[in-house]
Nanobody, 122 residues
Framework: VQLQASGGGLVQAGGSLRLSCAAS??????MGWFRQAPGKEREFVAA????????YYEDSVKGRFTISRDNAKNTAWLQMDSLKPEDTAVYSC??????????????????WGQGTQVTVSS
């Protein structure tokens, strides 16, 4: 199983980016996005359940980021709008079948994609 993340780049504050995460071979119950800024621990950003009906966000991105998925394509997306310099980080996607209560815990995800750099200039 491989997860392929893409879509990062350099954008000005207030701009938008859309990250993609393609999973090969399997559909997972949960897909999530995490980010890691320099000198900081990897933190939860967003997660989505298999049905696509249930989504979860870190407080600082609520209302600005939207996670979605297409199970037929085994792909999840993270639409990031109104980006801020503090959103600058390496973003990684993850997949797993863990219980609902564990979606914010990075250690419960089974598979990880490579990171993609997001840089927001002020």
């Amino acid at each position: 199983v491989q997860l392929q993340a893409s879509g990062g780049g350099l954008v000005q504050a207030g701009g938008s980016l859309r990250l993609s995460c393609a999973a090969s071979g399997r559909t997972f119950n949960n897909m999530g996005w995490f980010r890691q800024a320099p000198g900081k621990e990897r933190e939860f950003v967003a997660a989505i359940r298999r049905s696509g009906l249930y989504t979860y966000y870190e407080d600082s991105v609520k209302g600005r980021f939207t996670i979605s998925r297409d199970n037929a394509k085994n792909t999840a997306w993270l639409q990031m709008d109104s980006l801020k310099p503090e959103d600058t980080a390496v973003y990684s996607c993850a997949a797993g079948n863990q219980p609902l209560g564990s979606l914010r815990n990075r250690s419960t995800y089974t598979y990880w994609g490579q990171g993609t750099q997001v840089t927001v200039s002020s």
